[in-house]
T-cell receptor, first 115, second 115 residues
């Protein structure tokens, strides 16, 4: 069974630009969560999508947004990039959501560098 | 109150020794406590998880000890091996803060097991 696939793996942007990251969950998983990982702040929850609906959102500004498609694939977008947005963005899929906890399967991440 | 405090930040253990990582939390609503293992260049992977209705859970060489009254939980790695060298994250979640897929992570512990 293929794991969680994230693209691109590495990208470099300049301040003010926007970026779109893509995530393909494990087949059959309908929940996709996004996390930001930085040396200073660690792993922080961005948002979760289930059946094309955003279920939860973390404490990030509105510049961070996401969506999920009918095939459960998800994208996240960061607009007006700032230097502090440089991070590893991790996508995780799960077969369960809400009241039922499930193992989160993480991808290898997309490493964003903002210059 | 949403924080999970993890210690130590780094840990060096000899092969065959016991590695112990501790976490503490404040939010008494947390009721799901997973541990994730992350190797360089990879996403985190679930190692073991516990709910507060049990005080200990063991899977192979990995054991979670849970102290509900002290609001603390710890990971013990018995017979530590060089292949266990990785960064370990404790986490917590609750249905009431957005569901179990919204994990609050500790800052991480970098474990090095020397041969």
């Amino acid at each position: 069974k293929a794991g969680v696939t994230q693209t691109p793996r590495y990208l470099i942007k300049t301040r003010g630009q926007q970026v779109t990251l893509s995530c393909s969950p494990i087949s059959g998983h309908r929940s996709v969560s996004w996390y930001q990982q930085t040396p200073g702040q660690g792993l922080q929850f961005l948002f979760e999508y289930f059946s094309e609906t955003q279920r939860n959102k973390g404490n990030f500004p509105g510049r961070f947004s996401g969506r999920q498609f009918s095939n459960s694939r998800s994208e996240m977008n960061v607009s007006t990039l700032e230097l502090g947005d440089s991070a590893l963005y991790l996508c995780a899929s799960s077969s369960k959501t809400g009241t039922r906890s499930g193992e989160l399967f993480f991808g290898e991440g997309s490493r964003l560098t903002v210059l | 109150q949403q924080q999970v405090k993890q210690s130590p930040q780094s840990l060096i253990v000899q092969k065959g020794g016991i590695s112990i990582i501790n976490c503490a939390y404040e939010n008494t609503a947390f009721d799901y406590f997973p541990w994730y293992q992350q190797f360089p260049g990879k996403g985190p992977a679930l190692l073991i998880a516990i709910r507060p209705d049990v005080s200990e859970k063991k899977e192979g060489r990995f054991t979670i000890s849970f102290n509900k009254s002290a609001k603390q939980f710890s990971l013990h790695i018995m017979d530590s091996q060089p292949g266990d060298s990785a960064t370990y994250f404790c986490a917590a979640s609750t249905l009431f803060s957005g569901g179990y897929n919204k994990l609050i992570f500790g800052a991480g512990t970098r474990l090095a097991v020397h041969p």
